[in-house]
């Protein structure tokens, strides 16, 4: 195994090659020691010049760290990543058609990850059908000079699919928790551990060199073969960096890495507020044994109000990254999640998820529309990306998207959204329930677009709530008040309400056999 630099590992890129980063939003397993050794090359030097960076995920701690380190003009050509809110230099750049900007489905491109291990074709599937990553919509792009098609709209059994296409890695750069002196890399104390082997394969299969940031190197065979999740056989070079957090804000998280089970029911009570309005009213959607995922923003908030209510422990909290069980982190930990029951790898995450695997999928919005469509990829100036939004919305039986009716004086209930990252029209043709749950009033699907079914108490529909919009929706011949202890300081109660959980056919079967003994 070569042991090697950080400015070793960042001299080993040349001009338009293309990188392939691991990682995950905050700091979570993100090689960001060779990440800033590259930003501080090109700034001593000028090169290299004109890369290619891909990572599924966003990186960064929302300032320079992560994918910051390679916002530098000249450095880049192209970034295609899941999401930039990571990142602002990244989204800058885009603004400014400075680089070839892309932002695909999160669970698309780490699902590629391993068609490019196995030298296939490319991904072929549903998950971007109808939304801006669909080339009919704009083909996953954020800058006008991205003109390659990176996605293609194909028939295939006389269905509609898109193609993503693979790319050729030059060098990767990932990360583990420590490496043994053969070059076999664990991530015990990762709070993730995402698609680092498909990585690592398909780097290697396409003659590229793989490099791994680690904590420590330890004794040849000392690794428990089950605990190496990059194999050295994979793994051309190690760059040992003792300092290395487990996230950007988090040092080393026991219970982030699994080796530690916390009270759950500690998570805080959210303060008074429209947040704490709009998760609750979305909890009241949670029936006994749901799995459910949970988005970024103010949808977070249903693990705290779970945890408020007793019922936690009821309900199986998921995030995209391969957490399943616990209470999922939120703001720029987002990906972590405390005490999981189980951390998978993230492209068999989003196999469940693509699968229909979700009872119910907790989304945020930016906006919404007439025809139900949400947007939170590009709104206000600003360049996010869908993160693993499309695949989750796509593929839950049921979508509750969360947010405040305005933003200040803004409605965020709009005529046409900027960019479609969640289509109405089809979800409606494909069966999906949706609401769009607001402090002030909740909506659901409909064949015409979004019906108010309900609003708080002493609100003036008219005043309070069309006014705010920017188009006029059905009002239900239902319409109901919001239940009044939404509103209220203490919990809801629902720990003795929550419905049980809809029957599943295949259970049927138990009950057969049980009757047959």
């Known amino acids: 195994m070569r042991q090697i630099t950080a400015s070793q590992a960042a001299a080993l890129l040349q001009d338009e090659d293309t990188l392939l980063i691991g990682g995950s939003g905050g700091g979570h397993a993100v090689p960001d020691a060779l990440m800033a050794a590259v930003g501080k090359r090109f700034r001593d ?13 966003g990186l960064g701690d929302g300032r320079t760290r992560g994918a910051g380190h390679l916002a530098q003009k000249g450095l880049l050509k192209r970034v295609a990543s ?3 809110v990571n990142s602002p230099g ?48 704009g083909g996953g792009r954020q800058s006008a000079r991205a003109a390659e098609d990176l996605v293609e709209l194909v028939q295939f059994r006389g269905e509609e699919y898109l193609f993503y296409k693979p790319y050729h890695v030059n060098v990767a750069f990932l990360r583990g928790s420590a490496a043994d002196e053969d070059g076999n890399v664990s991530m015990e104390h990762e709070a993730v551990t995402l698609e680092m082997l498909s990585m690592a394969q398909a780097t290697r299969r396409m003659g590229g060199i ?8 330890v004794p040849a065979g000392s690794i428990h073969p089950k605990m190496v999740k990059i194999p050295g056989i994979l793994v051309d070079a190690v760059v040992v960096e003792p300092d290395q957090w487990q996230t950007y804000a988090t040092q080393d998280s026991a219970a982030y890495s699994g080796h530690l089970r916390v009270a759950l029911e500690d998570i805080p009570r959210l303060e008074p507020g429209p947040r704490r309005i709009v998760a609750r ?3 009241m959607e949670l029936f006994e044994g749901a799995i459910c995922n949970l988005g970024s923003g103010i949808s977070t908030g249903i693990a ?11 309900i199986c909290l998921t995030n995209e990254q391969g957490n399943i069980g616990g209470a999922p982190a939120s703001g720029n930990e987002a ?17 469940f998820y693509d699968g229909g695997g979700l009872d119910l999928a907790f989304l945020s919005f930016a906006e919404f529309d007439a025809e139900g469509n949400v947007n939170v990829s590009r709104f206000g100036g600003r360049i996010v990306g869908p993160g693993g939004f499309i695949n989750i919305s796509q593929g839950a039986g049921s979508v509750v998207f969360g947010g405040t009716l305005t933003a200040g004086a803004a409605p965020k209930a709009v005529e046409r959204v900027e960019q479609v990252t969640f289509s109405g029209p089809y979800a409606r043709r494909r069966g999906q329930r949706v609401l769009y749950v607001t402090e002030r009033a909740v909506f659901r699907l409909a064949e ?41 300081e203490g919990p809801m109660g629902l720990a003795s309400r929550l419905p049980a959980r809809p029957p599943r056919p295949a259970l049927d079967r138990f009950a057969m056999a049980q009757a047959a003994e």
């Open 90 to 137: 990244i989204a800058r750049l885009a603004l400014d058609e400075e680089i070839e900007a892309y932002t695909l489905p999160q669970g698309a491109m780490s699902q590629l990850m391993r068609e490019m291990a196995a030298g296939r074709a490319g991904l072929l599937t549903r998950i971007g059908l109808h939304t801006f990553v669909d080339p009919r919509l």
């Open 45 to 57: 030097t000028g090169r290299p010049r004109a890369i290619t960076a891909v990572h599924p995920v």
């Open 82 to 84: 899941g999401t930039f």
């Open 281 to 283: 009213r979305g909890a």
């Open 448 to 488: 015409g677009g979004p019906e108010l079914i309900e609003i708080a108490p002493d609100t003036d529909i008219e005043a309070d709530v069309i006014a705010q919009m920017g188009f006029r929706p059905r009002v239900s011949p239902a319409l109901r008040r919001m239940e009044a202890g939404l509103f209220a």
């Open 304 to 314: 705290n109000v779970a945890a408020e209510e007793g019922i936690l422990r009821r």
């Open 210 to 217: 793989v490099v791994v940031q680690v904590r420590r190197v």
């Open 335 to 351: 990906g972590a999640a405390m005490s999981p029951d189980a951390q998978v790898d993230q492209p068999y995450q989003f196999d």
